[in-house]
């Protein structure tokens, strides 16, 4: 079980870029989460999915940041245009369709926009 | 909707105390009941769970009971360890789609 795979570790970019975070779920897992960690406001859910499909955008910041799941393997998180308002950690996190199923965390993705 | 409850942090304790992080909740149904631990630069693991009520969740000499009559789930461990400074976190999971609630989190220091 190689666990939740997020890639880059690290992106650091300026102000006006495009930001794409990606994620690998555990294999079998039908549920997919992004959060996002910063000092300030902890950590916030900002979107997750179920079967591919997302449930609760709800905590999308704004119309800059958008979240794709194309099948059960892969999701990513884009940013576009980022903000240095946007620098933080990311994580992906999957799990299992029961409620008593714990998620598991990827290792992160630390944002940092000048 | 749901919440979750956490002690203010952070908590600093010496090297074999005992630790108490209070954590309580308000949920529709029956949730389950989750403690993560961070550790830094890493992602958050599960430390243990306990999905009904009285279910004791234990790992790595931490412990929790589900106390629906207080809507508790306080996490404990009788000797802490340096090793054990982390950020701790409480969370349910319950309702529609599982969705999963985190509480803001509590930083625990341990000095030698």
């Known amino acids: 079980d190689a666990g939740v795979i997020q890639s880059p570790r690290h992106e650091v970019t300026e102000m006006g870029q495009e930001v794409t975070l990606r994620c690998k779920p555990i294999?079998?897992?039908?549920?997919l989460f992004w959060y996002r960690q910063t000092m300030m406001r902890g950590l916030e859910l900002l979107i997750y999915?179920?079967?591919?499909?997302?449930?609760?955008d709800s905590g999308m910041p704004e119309d800059r940041f958008s979240a794709k799941m194309p099948n059960a393997s892969f999701s990513t998180l884009k940013i576009q245009p980022s903000e240095p308002r946007d620098s933080a950690v990311y994580f992906c996190?999957?799990?299992?369709?029961?409620?008593?199923?714990?998620?598991?965390f990827g290792n992160g993705t630390r944002l940092t926009v000048t | 909707g749901n919440s979750v409850t956490q002690m203010e942090g952070p908590v600093t304790l010496s090297e074999e105390a005992f630790l108490t992080i209070n954590c309580t909740y308000t949920?529709?149904?029956?949730?389950?009941l989750f403690w993560y631990v961070q550790y830094p630069g890493e992602g958050l693991q599960l430390l243990l769970k306990?999905?009904?009520?009285?279910d004791k969740g234990s790992n790595k000499g931490f412990e929790a009971t589900y106390r629906k009559e207080t809507t508790s789930f306080h996490l404990e461990k009788g000797s802490v360890q340096v090793s054990d400074s982390a950020v701790y976190f409480c969370?349910?999971?319950?309702?529609?789609?599982?969705?999963?609630?985190f509480g803001t989190g509590t930083k625990l220091q341990v000095i030698p």
């Open positions: 999915f179920n079967n591919n499909v997302p449930i609760d």
């Open positions: 969370a349910l999971r319950s309702g529609g789609y599982q969705k999963v609630t």
């Open positions: 949920a529709t149904g029956y949730p389950s």
């Open positions: 996190a999957s799990s299992g369709g029961l409620d008593n199923s714990p998620l598991h």
């Open positions: 306990a999905t009904k009520a009285d």
């Open positions: 294999s079998g897992h039908n549920s």
